[in-house]
T-cell receptor
């Protein structure tokens, strides 16, 4: 089983709809992240959370919200989806700074299309 | 804000040659740089981390350098193989989180 699991893998929705992307991890990591990837723009950080009670905005948080329901779960919501939110979304985890391993572990991604 | 830039043009090389990818950053040097590999439709996978006080780091056929004067990291794959074809991303630390470059697509032809 994957250590970082994203659901759904693919989603097609219509403009104005509310949608939630979910991420769960079995790695026991404190830190979780949501990125989106667009062709030519690379990975851009949407939101991140360093522990259950911590939520921080990233580079491009407008139009998105998140919830950290537990150490293992971090969900991303689009309250009213718009076409330019069509992208590949990745969840990632890390153990935390200063704990000897700062690398990220990514899920397999969710391809979201907003029509 | 800190920026990190990679050559967006795809790199095409012949099997057996050395591939060299470039990552440039702005402003102050980060405590470390990371390199990831991403295959189509998949999440990035961590390859190497190089710290500010390290000039060079190696892992099998991979070598990464960190030049704080040039504000640049170079990523080398020696004896490249078609299986090395992928997009390679560099990332820098910023406030406890990672900021990524746009990635460079590498294609190794047999």
């Amino acid at each position: 089983d994957a250590d970082v699991t994203q659901t759904p893998r693919n989603r097609i929705t219509k403009t104005g709809k509310r949608i939630m992307l979910e991420c769960s991890q079995t790695k026991g990591h404190d830190r979780m992240y949501w990125y989106r990837q667009d062709p030519g723009l690379g990975l851009r950080l949407i939101y991140y959370s360093f522990d259950v009670k911590d939520i921080n905005k990233g580079e491009i948080s407008d139009g998105y919200s998140v919830s950290r329901q537990a150490q293992a779960k971090f969900s991303l919501s689009l309250e009213s989806a718009i076409p330019n939110q069509t992208a590949l979304y990745f969840c990632a985890t890390s153990i935390g700074e200063g704990k000897g391993d700062e690398k990220l572990f990514f899920g397999s991604g969710t391809q979201l299309s907003v029509l | 804000s800190q920026k990190i830039e990679q050559n967006s043009e795809a790199l095409n090389i012949q099997e057996g040659k050395t591939a060299t990818l470039t990552c440039n950053y702005t402003n102050y040097s980060p405590a470390y740089l990371q390199w990831y590999r991403q295959d189509p439709g998949r999440g990035p996978v961590f390859l190497l981390l190089i710290r500010e006080n390290e000039k060079e780091k190696r892992k099998e056929r991979l070598k990464v350098t960190f030049d704080t004067t040039l504000k640049q990291s170079l990523f080398h794959i020696t004896a490249s193989q078609p299986a090395d074809s992928a997009t390679y991303l560099c990332a820098r630390r910023q406030g406890g989180k990672l900021i990524f470059g746009q990635g460079t697509e590498l294609s190794v032809k047999p």
